[in-house]
């Protein structure tokens, strides 16, 4: 019955697809280890397009790093719908500090976006300094997250995500939960009655 509960639960909320990391949110759009050249398979500097489909009707978009003994940049960042228009960042981002303390910065890169880039130092490996903003998305449109990385030194790891936000379920979702809910509730009347009898 927990199971019935819970799945009829996660049908109405929506859930949401694990990074690579268990402590990043979201859905992870790029990882990448020692960037620089030690050992990866990326040339130095890079641009980058990746894509996503929106779930709901806002997404988050999070860029996560460290680098101990350089700096990892993503400049030129910009996240538009992938049949065009215009950038959806802002300039500046909102900023959450690695556990052990923070070596990075976001400054005016230049590039012409509008969105300010990323600079990401640290002190520990595996421990991210948290860059992100959150814009309304449309369920089910394409977006495209575009990047210019900069990466220099080792240990270093850089990791871009995207996190839905709670989405508004449509009424036809309503409505399977309800039914959902109901054959529940028979299903425990039914065998209440049937323990009864016996």
């Known amino acids: 019955m927990k199971r019935i509960l819970v799945a009829a639960m996660a049908a109405v909320c929506g859930t949401t697809t694990a990074s690579a990391h268990a402590s990043l949110p979201g859905l992870t759009l790029f990882d990448q280890a020692d960037w620089a050249g030690f050992g990866s398979t990326y040339s130095k500097n890079e641009a980058f397009t990746e894509s996503f489909k929106a779930t709901a009707n806002e997404t988050t978009l999070a860029f996560y790093g460290y680098d101990v003994s350089g700096s990892d940049d993503p400049v030129d960042i910009s996240m538009t719908p992938a049949a065009g228009g215009a950038?959806?960042?802002?300039?500046?981002?909102?900023?959450?500090?690695?556990?052990?303390?923070?070596?990075?910065?976001q400054f005016y890169d230049g590039w012409g976006t509008g969105t300010n880039g990323l600079a990401f130092g640290g002190y520990t490996p595996g421990d991210f300094d948290e860059y992100y903003q959150t814009v309304a998305t449309t369920i089910g449109q394409k977006y495209a997250v575009g990047f210019f990385l900069e990466g220099f030194g080792s240990p270093a790891e850089f990791v871009v995500t995207v996190n839905p936000g709670a989405a508004v379920p449509e009424p036809a979702t309503w409505t399977l939960a309800l039914i959902g809910f109901g054959a529940a509730g028979a299903a425990l009347r039914t065998r209440r009655r049937t323990s009864?009898?016996?």
Do not use: D, R, Y
Not at 87 to 105: D, E, K, R, V
């Open 87 to 105: 950038n959806l960042l802002g300039s500046t981002w909102s900023f959450t500090p690695a556990a052990s303390g923070s070596a990075s910065l």
């Open 196 to 198: 009864v009898v016996a």
